[in-house]
């Protein structure tokens, strides 16, 4: 049975940075590709960044190039996001998924300005 938790979220100033975890088990976690997805209030469930199962290979919706950084440390089969320069549009539901699978409960991220 996959599992995937995320933590990490909370409160960031407009500007800020957040570090997102997902710590994944059920899974052959170094050979799967893994992504993050978020979904504000109201709104449809959005793609964020997909990561390789090496690491070696990733790819970002464009509203977050250059703001955010997703990797991954296989060792311990966790997945991170890296939100810098957060922006009040980023507020939203933050979950990892291995892509094209089941997604984790998510952890909420609120921008204040």
């Known amino acids: 049975q996959v599992q995937l938790v995320e933590s990490g979220g909370g409160l960031v100033q407009a500007g800020g940075s957040l570090r997102l975890s997902c710590a994944a088990s059920g899974l052959t976690f170094s050979s799967s590709p893994m992504d993050w997805f978020r979904q504000a209030p109201g709104k449809e469930r959005e793609f964020v960044a997909t990561i390789s199962w090496s690491g070696g290979v990733t790819y970002y919706t464009d509203s977050v190039k250059g703001r955010f950084t997703i990797s991954r440390d296989n060792a311990k089969n966790t997945v991170y996001l890296q939100m810098n320069s957060q922006k009040p549009e980023d507020a939203a539901g933050y979950f990892c998924?291995?892509?094209?699978?089941?997604r984790g409960q998510g952890t909420p991220v609120t921008v204040s300005t």
């Open positions: 998924a291995k892509s094209g699978g089941d």
